[in-house]
């Protein structure tokens, strides 16, 4: 077993242990090295007094305070610390407090408690030092050194410290930020859901629903006219339930394996068709017009061209009382700009119901912009710009 693999342990189960319990015990270890000296004495070291010993006890015993009052702590073992040497009952061989509360100091103090105490220990050192019967070159050497490695030894873990609350935080950070993407991705996806089933839902609805009202008026007078009216609702019937299958199959398939609910999303090249079933179901001519060079559409832009001239044809229906509507598809180099005008009556005051806002919004994410008003010539007009491929990074920003 390597040293690594149980001293990681240990470490993180004395972070983690009642630092009251840690402290007492590293105090009780201080002690007992300060009392090796009286228990195992040097040949001509003074005698240990009780003194002597309660003074060496004072640079043990504040340790169990070290984390809680480190300034109060540091300062009382370095009075207890010289005055111990000064008595010589025996001097200390080696500072065990002074290097702990050194060290403590230099991970937990305030940076002037740090420095002044780092400044005070090593001039007491010095003096202290200075006072003693024939003190050897080797004793300054030992003794400074001892106080700066302790200090150092703090500064490191301070630092340590700092970098791993660093990462927890920055790891927290991002935490939070992939929530929030999750959260806005999911608000983006139900947006998306609910526009394009309030767009199939309302086209489907209002065909089935003027094929209704034109059934019982030919229905004596006109029986294959009927019969039509009512093969045409059903056909919007049908035309309705696909288009949901494939609106929600990307909550039956989410990881995108495809399946037989997974059809191709409607775009610009369905629009004949869509014009052509409108003027079929709904008596409304309907006219679409092309003008430039088509190009590339990224695939979300060509499902929203296809919706934003849908809705705009099943509000002509709905509301406009109108008997013309003609669909513009202008290619621009760097936008598609899609124009539906009709004869009706205009806009209505305080118009922008849910299917002007979806068509806003279908707009706004592809990079676009919407407008919608009266015509030039009277009636209503919706005007929706939309980016090609190659202008799509540029327009989103």
Not at 59 to 70: G, H
Not at 90 to 117: E, F, I, N, S
Not at 273 to 285: C, D, H, I, N
Not at 347 to 363: M, N, Y
Request: proline share 7%; with cysteine.
């Amino acid at each position: 077993m390597s040293a690594r693999s149980w001293i990681s342990p240990v470490a993180e189960r004395l972070r983690t242990a009642n630092p009251y319990v840690v402290d007492s015990a590293l105090a009780a270890l201080v002690l007992f090295a300060v009392s090796l000296q009286w228990i195992f004495p040097d040949e001509g070291d003074d005698r240990l007094t009780w003194q002597g010993w309660l003074i060496g006890a004072a640079t043990a015993v504040p340790l169990v305070w070290r984390r809680r009052a480190p300034f109060a702590t540091a300062c009382a073992v370095s009075v207890a610390t010289p005055a111990q040497a000064v008595y010589h009952a025996p001097p200390p061989d080696v500072m065990y407090g002074g290097m702990v509360v050194l060290y403590t100091m230099a991970a937990l103090g305030k940076p002037w408690h740090r420095r002044a105490m780092l400044v005070g220990w090593l001039l007491g050192v010095s003096l202290t030092m200075a006072h003693k019967e024939d003190p050897q070159p080797f004793e300054y050497a030992f003794h400074l050194l001892s106080v700066v490695c302790a200090y150092g030894f703090g500064v490191l873990a301070r630092v340590q410290r700092a970098y791993t609350a660093e990462l927890e935080d920055r790891a927290r950070r991002l935490e939070r930020e992939r929530a929030a993407d999750t959260a806005r991705a999911i608000a983006q996806e139900r947006s998306r859901i609910a526009r394009d089933m309030h767009d199939v839902l309302a086209h489907a609805v209002s065909l089935m629903v003027v094929q209704a009202e034109a059934g019982p008026v030919v229905l004596r007078s006109d029986p294959a006219r009927a019969e039509a009216s009512f093969d045409a609702i059903a056909a919007a019937g049908r035309d309705a339930m696909a288009q949901l299958r494939r609106i929600l199959g990307v909550l039956k398939d989410p990881q995108g394996n495809g399946g037989p609910w997974r059809l191709p999303q409607p775009g610009v090249a369905e629009l004949p068709g869509l014009v052509g079933q409108v003027a079929e179901s709904t008596g409304l001519r309907v006219e679409l017009r092309t003008s430039g060079s088509p190009r590339p559409l990224p695939p979300d832009t060509e499902v929203a061209a296809f919706r934003v001239v849908q809705e705009s044809l099943t509000n002509t229906v709905k509301h406009a009382y109108a008997s013309t509507a003609i669909v513009e598809l202008d290619w621009a180099e760097d936008q598609l700009t899609l124009t539906v005008t009709d004869d009706g009556r205009g806009p209505a005051p305080g118009h922008g119901g849910h299917g002007l806002i979806g068509i806003r919004e279908r707009a706004a994410a592809c990079g676009g912009s919407a407008e919608a008003g009266r015509g030039p010539e009277g009636g209503f007009r919706v005007v929706v710009r939309l980016p090609t491929a190659v202008d799509r990074e540029a327009a989103l920003g």
